[in-house]
């Protein structure tokens, strides 16, 4: 499990855990997994700046805090109105028989304790219903928006974004980012995906523990921007993993393009 939940949660958690090895895959219905190219068009901008931020790190991936702790990774997805965030759906929901998160806030390029681009209020949170009412490890995606109260800009004019892409290859060269919630700098690697089961990614890459997990999978990484485009998240299967060398996404396929529809309709 690739998340530190507020501690009022923490049992509730672990309840979610054990009955995980319950879930009977076989009642969901068949998806498409079809190849489809990114529906969200090109990157809105790129970042204004990128102040001295950690080599290899992303102003667009960013730090999830609750109660002054960081416990979770999300990036920014292009998107018309530029405050669409992504992460894992068990990153702001609870799953079955659970609600959504409240009190996040979001922290773009945070490191050493710096947040460069302030903190971000995150709302109107959307998972799956798959995973709200069951825990579906296939579904374990999620987006919300963020806002700060007195900017003048949008989040993703500040720091840029990484498109959407859905119905891809398993086995792409990617750079994962996330925030282990013992350190105060992301984990940065990259590798090549492969195929877990038929709607999970697994790729190879030391150092993503608890903390990681919302980590974007990014492809075609520009070196000046640091921006490209995100085909998983991690989560999924084990919430991502309980070895911290080895993470694991769900598979971004039409489910996931109709949640980010839907985020972006409403955001």
């Given at each position: 499990m690739?998340?530190?939940?507020?501690?009022?949660?923490?049992?509730?958690?672990?309840?979610?855990?054990?009955?995980?090895?319950?879930?009977?895959?076989?009642?969901?219905?068949?998806?498409?997994?079809?190849?489809?190219?990114?529906?969200?068009?090109?990157?809105?901008?790129?970042?204004?700046?990128?102040?001295?931020?950690?080599?290899?790190s992303?102003?667009?991936?960013?730090?999830?805090?609750?109660?002054?702790?960081?416990?979770?990774?999300?990036?920014?997805?292009?998107?018309?109105?530029?405050?669409?965030?992504?992460?894992?759906?068990?990153?702001?929901?609870?799953?079955?028989?659970?609600?959504?998160?409240?009190?996040?806030?979001?922290?773009?390029?945070?490191?050493?304790?710096?947040?460069?681009?302030?903190?971000?209020?995150?709302?109107?949170?959307?998972?799956?219903?798959?995973?709200?009412?069951?825990?579906?490890?296939?579904?374990?995606?999620?987006?919300?928006?963020?806002?700060?109260?007195?900017?003048?800009?949008?989040?993703?004019?500040?720091?840029?974004?990484n498109t959407?892409?859905?119905?891809?290859?398993?086995?792409?060269?990617?750079?994962?980012?996330?925030?282990?919630?013992?350190?105060?700098?992301?984990?940065?690697?990259?590798?090549?995906?492969?195929?877990?089961?038929?709607?999970?990614?697994?790729?190879?890459?030391?150092?993503?523990?608890?903390?990681?997990?919302?980590?974007?999978?990014?492809?075609?990484?520009?070196?000046?921007?640091?921006?490209?485009?995100?085909?998983?998240?991690?989560?999924?299967?084990?919430?991502?993993g309980?070895?911290?060398?080895?993470?694991?996404?769900?598979?971004?396929?039409?489910?996931?393009?109709?949640?980010?529809?839907?985020?972006?309709?409403?955001?």
């Amino acid at each position: 499990m690739r998340v530190r939940r507020p501690a009022v949660l923490l049992i509730f958690a672990a309840v979610l855990l054990l009955g995980a090895a319950f879930v009977v895959f076989a009642t969901r219905p068949a998806r498409t997994a079809s190849a489809t190219p990114p529906d969200t068009g090109v990157v809105e901008a790129a970042p204004v700046s990128t102040p001295d931020l950690p080599a290899g790190s992303s102003p667009a991936v960013g730090a999830l805090f609750v109660d002054g702790a960081h416990y979770c990774t999300a990036s920014v997805v292009h998107s018309d109105q530029g405050d669409v965030l992504l992460t894992a759906a068990h990153c702001i929901h609870d799953g079955e028989g659970g609600d959504y998160l409240t009190g996040v806030t979001f922290a773009p390029g945070y490191h050493n304790g710096v947040a460069p681009f302030g903190y971000w209020t995150v709302s109107d949170e959307f998972v799956a219903p798959g995973w709200s009412s069951s825990s579906d490890p296939d579904l374990d995606v999620g987006f919300a928006t963020a806002h700060q109260i007195g900017a003048t800009r949008t989040l993703e004019s500040l720091v840029g974004a990484n498109t959407l892409a859905t119905g891809t290859a398993f086995e792409q060269a990617i750079t994962l980012t996330g925030y282990p919630d013992d350190a105060e700098v992301p984990a940065v690697c990259q590798n090549t995906t492969s195929r877990q089961d038929t709607y999970q990614l697994k790729v190879a890459c030391a150092g993503f523990p608890t903390g990681t997990s919302g980590g974007p999978w990014v492809t075609g990484q520009d070196p000046k921007t640091r921006l490209g485009t995100v085909i998983g998240v991690i989560g999924g299967f084990e919430y991502g993993g309980d070895d911290p060398d080895t993470s694991y996404s769900s598979y971004f396929d039409t489910d996931v393009q109709a949640l980010y529809r839907q985020t972006t309709a409403r955001a």
